[in-house]
Nanobody, 116 residues
Framework: VQLVESGGGLVQAGGSLRLSCAAS????????MGWYRQAPGKQRELVAT????????NYADSVKGRFTISRDNAKNTIYLQMNSLKFEDTAVYYCNAETLYQRNYWGRGTQVTVSS
């Protein structure tokens, strides 16, 4: 499974961005996908996940009500709509895919910078 993120950038606090992650390869084996982020000097943390059918989503408390994860199975793509961005949302955002065989795949990441 290969994952390619896009959509990061620089935005002012209070603004919005939408991240995309396109999956290719053995996408039939993907059980769930999600977004994680890593800020400088901090550990990578979960942001949001979504199951393959899109029925179940999970969010970190810090982004609930501001971020929305969604997927387009026809395009093998997930999205992260980020609204009301805060300075503390600044991080490299990574796409993750978990397969039925309990293997995890990661994208290279996309930088999100929120200016205060």
């Amino acid at each position: 499974v290969q994952l390619v993120e896009s959509g990061g950038g620089l935005v002012q606090a209070g603004g919005s961005l939408r991240l995309s992650c396109a999956a290719s390869g053995s996408t039939f084996s993907i059980r769930a996908m999600g977004w994680y982020r890593q800020a400088p000097g901090k550990q990578r943390e979960l942001v949001a996940t979504i199951t393959s059918g899109g029925r179940t989503t999970n969010y970190a408390d810090s982004v609930k009500g501001r971020f929305t994860i969604s997927r387009d199975n026809a395009k093998n793509t997930i999205y992260l709509q980020m609204n009301s961005l805060k300075f503390e949302d600044t991080a490299v955002y990574y796409c993750n895919a978990e397969t039925l065989y309990q293997r995890n795949y990661w994208g290279r990441g996309t930088q999100v910078t929120v200016s205060s």
